[in-house]
C-alpha cells in the first residue's frame, strides 16, 4: 500500500517485532527494501540518503551518548560535523538544549545524567542542525511517570511551537494519543492502518443518547430542530452530530423536554478500539 505521512506529528505504533524499526531505518536509507520505495522531503531515501539524513534528525532507543562529554560539547560537536562554523553550533547547542529543558545542565558530563535526562539530550543532538524532520525511537521507553510526562511535554514543544515534524515509534498507546496528530499501525511488516486522531473537520459524530424515560418528546423535539434521529427502543436513540450547533440543540432539547438523560457515548468502537483491534 502507499503510506502518506505529512501531519506535524506522527505515531508510529505496533508490538515489538511489528516492523516500526524496519520502516524508520528505510526512511534513515539505511536499509536495501526489497520492493517499493521511500520518498522523504521530496528525495528518494535509497538513492539520496545523504541529501535525506541532511534534513532530518535521529535519537535512537538504544543508549548511544559518550559519557564523558558534556551535553553542550556533544551537540556543539554534532552541530560543526553536520557542517556548522563553530560560533554556529556553539548557539544553535545552547538554544537546543534551552528547548529541552537542559539549559541549567549543559555544563554536566552526560554519564551523570539521569536517564530522562539522557533521552532529552538525543532529542537535543537530533535538533542541532535544524532538521525539518525528527525521528524519535521509543523515546519514553524505560522512564518513570514524572520522566515520560517530561518526555511528552518536550515532545509537544518540539512539533508545535519548534514546528519541525515529528515521527515517533512507541508501542504505548496513551503517549501517541497525548502527542501526535496522525497515527500509522504497523503488524506483522506490514501497515494496517493509518489515520488521523482528531476527527476530520466533515465528519459526523453519531452519539448514543440513553433516556430515563420514555424519549418520545426528546426525538421528536430534535427531529423538528433538524436533527437526524433513530429510535433504537423506548429509551435509546442514535444522534447524528455533524456540528457544534447539533451538539448544543441535543443538550437544550434533553433540558426543555425535561427528558433526564441516563447516558450519553459515542456509537460504535472508539479510536482506542479500532487502535487496538489494527495493533492485534
Do not use: W
Not at 524496519?22 to 536495501?32: C, D, N, P, S
Amino acid at each position: 500500500m502507499t503510506l502518506t505521512i505529512d501531519a506535524p506529528a506522527t505515531g508510529l505504533l505496533g508490538q515489538n517485532g511489528a516492523g516500526k524499526s524496519t520502516l524508520m531505518k528505510a526512511i534513515l536509507g539505511l536499509v536495501r527494501l526489497d520492493a517499493g520505495e521511500v520518498q522523504v522531503l521530496g528525495h528518494d531515501a535509497r538513492r539520496e540518503g545523504e541529501q535525506v539524513r541532511r534534513r532530518i534528525g535521529y535519537a535512537p532507543e538504544h543508549e548511544c551518548l559518550p559519557p564523558e562529554l558534556t551535553a553542550a560539547d556533544l551537540c556543539r560537536h554534532l552541530a560543526e560535523l553536520r557542517g556548522l562554523s563553530r560560533a554556529d553550533a556553539i548557539r544553535r547547542a545552547s538554544e537546543v538544549l534551552f528547548a529541552v529543558g537542559l539549559e541549567e545542565e549543559r555544563s554536566r558530563v552526560i554519564g551523570s545524567f539521569s536517564l530522562g535526562m539522557r533521552q532529552r539530550v538525543k532529542i537535543a543532538q537530533a535538533l542541532v542542525h535544524a532538521p525539518e524532520l525528527i525521528i524519535l525511537d521509543e523515546p519514553t521507553n524505560g522512564l518513570d511517570p514524572a520522566q515520560r510526562a517530561e518526555m511528552l511535554d518536550v515532545i509537544r514543544r518540539v512539533s508545535r511551537d519548534l514546528n519541525v515534524r515529528v515521527l515517533i515509534s512507541s508501542h504505548i498507546l496513551d503517549d501517541i494519543r497525548r502527542t501526535c496528530d496522525a497515527v500509522v499501525v504497523m503488524r506483522n511488516g506490514a501497515v494496517k492502518l493509518a489515520r488521523p486522531l482528531a476527527a476530520e473537520a466533515d465528519e459526523a459524530d453519531v452519539l448514543r443518547a440513553e433516556t430515563v424515560a420514555d424519549s418520545a418528546p426528546f426525538v421528536a423535539a430534535m427531529t423538528v430542530a433538524g436533527l437526524d434521529c433513530t429510535v433504537l427502543d423506548t429509551t435509546t436513540t442514535r444522534v447524528v452530530i455533524r456540528s457544534e450547533r447539533d451538539r448544543d440543540v441535543l443538550r437544550d432539547t434533553a433540558a426543555s423536554t425535561g427528558v433526564g438523560l441516563r447516558r450519553l457515548h459515542r456509537d460504535g468502537p472508539s479510536i482506542e478500539d479500532e487502535l487496538l483491534e489494527a495493533i492485534g
